[in-house]
């Protein structure tokens, strides 16, 4: 079958009932889908132009399908519908590479037992890896609380069991990477693609153990990371905080300024996070944030925003010459694109800030300048 007739058919699942004509409604510009689809219903679209696919702008060096928190209720062994219809959407798009930022399974409950925990993984594996690898997309991702949380109390790992069965699958299914350091894989390790290099932290709890960060700092001063043309950090919990109900210690990173220093200083391009739900396109100092939204259950709304809360999923196109990102976000539920110009310009939250990327500090108004000081 040819890519163009997968790409035709996959659209055709995953679109079910959603008229064409609806989508045009819902923010989609004519540079992702052609005009003459615009009038036509679901069914006469899709056989009648195989060129009108829902599809971003066209690819850059790298393109990355970035989703995150994909679980539903402690013990899951479904996801949501939006989480299928995005797996069947993403070979569509051609991407080099999926990453997600974490919670791809709903463990983190005590009471779960082995069974049920592996069932969970065994679930992910047909409703998510499996079908991404079999169409021979690498899959990048970072442990999230509810994978295998790393909290500790009085010196101990409160999850160990899940996190050795976290460990367990991962070891027995090949994510397709070509790794740099695998000695703490699945929790902490790097990989390098097309060019860039991938740091993933273990940030399934707010605290970084002074170990993992010494093995941070020396893994992004090896030859291998500054040598190759843009880096990129992932890891489950953001810097800060940016959605209601995760503003609050614990639900993202401690010392997040001291963090970004240390990205900045080994010159990471972006830190990608999840957690919190919400999306948000953030940057602070030399740093971007791309903050992914829930592709499962619990979207959150941002901090400063009115926006009702929404699942959504995000295209990464990159130019390696120009160092520079393009983010495509749809709200995977209307498949709307999301304007980046609708989301609050800034989240302030405590002495917290983080700026939406394309605002720079000194276009600031005088109001959200006194906001962040
Ligand atoms: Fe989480």
């Not at 219903?41 to 928190?69: C, Y």
């Not at 740099?180 to 860039?196: A, C, H, T, V």
């Not at 800060?240 to 990471?268: F, H, Q």
Request: aromatic share 10%; glycine share 10%; with cysteine.
């Amino acid at each position: 079958m040819s890519l163009k007739r997968r790409k035709f058919l996959l659209f055709g699942i995953t679109l079910g009932g959603i008229g064409v004509a609806g989508l045009a409604h819902q923010g989609l510009s004519k540079n992702h889908l052609p005009q003459q689809s615009f009038k036509v219903e679901t069914s006469e679209f899709l056989s009648a132009n195989q060129e009108g696919i829902l599809e971003p702008l066209p690819k850059k060096d790298v393109r990355i399908v970035v989703i995150s928190d994909l679980n539903s209720q402690y013990g899951a062994t479904t996801y949501e519908p939006q989480v299928d219809k995005a797996i069947a959407m993403i070979p569509g798009w051609e991407p080099d590479l999926v990453l997600c930022g974490g919670d791809m399974i709903a463990g983190q409950k005590r009471s779960l037992s082995k069974g049920q925990i592996t069932a969970m993984w065994a679930a992910f594996d047909e409703h998510i890896s499996a079908p991404l690898r079999q169409v021979g997309i690498p899959f990048g991702f970072t442990i999230g609380n509810h994978d295998g949380s790393g909290a500790i109390v009085k010196g101990e790992q409160v999850f160990a069991g899940e996190r050795e069965l976290a460990s367990k699958y991962w070891n027995s299914h090949d994510p397709g990477l070509n790794f740099g350091d695998r000695g703490n894989f699945p929790f902490y390790y790097s990989f390098q693609q097309k060019g860039i290099f991938y740091l993933v932290w273990d940030a399934s709890n707010y605290l970084i153990s002074s170990q993992q960060l010494a093995w941070v700092e020396k893994t992004l001063q090896s030859k291998e990371a500054q040598q190759a043309k843009m880096r990129i950090a992932i890891g489950h919990m953001p810097l800060y905080p940016v959605a209601i109900g995760r503003n609050k210690v614990g639900e993202y990173l401690a010392d997040g300024d001291k963090l970004r220093s240390l990205l900045e200083r080994y010159n990471v391009h972006t830190y990608i996070s999840g957690h919190h739900h919400a999306y948000y396109p953030g940057k602070r100092g030399k740093l971007e944030l791309l903050h992914t939204g829930a592709l499962g259950s619990g979207p959150r709304q941002l901090i400063n925003s009115k926006i009702p809360p929404r699942n959504t999923i995000t295209i990464v196109d990159i130019d390696l010459d120009s160092a520079s990102t393009r983010y495509t976000t749809y709200d995977m539920k209307t498949l709307a694109v999301i304007n980046i110009h609708s989301l609050p310009r800034l989240i302030v939250w405590d002495k917290n800030w983080v700026l939406r990327r394309d605002i720079q500090v000194e276009n600031l108004t005088q109001s959200e300048k006194e906001s962040i000081n």
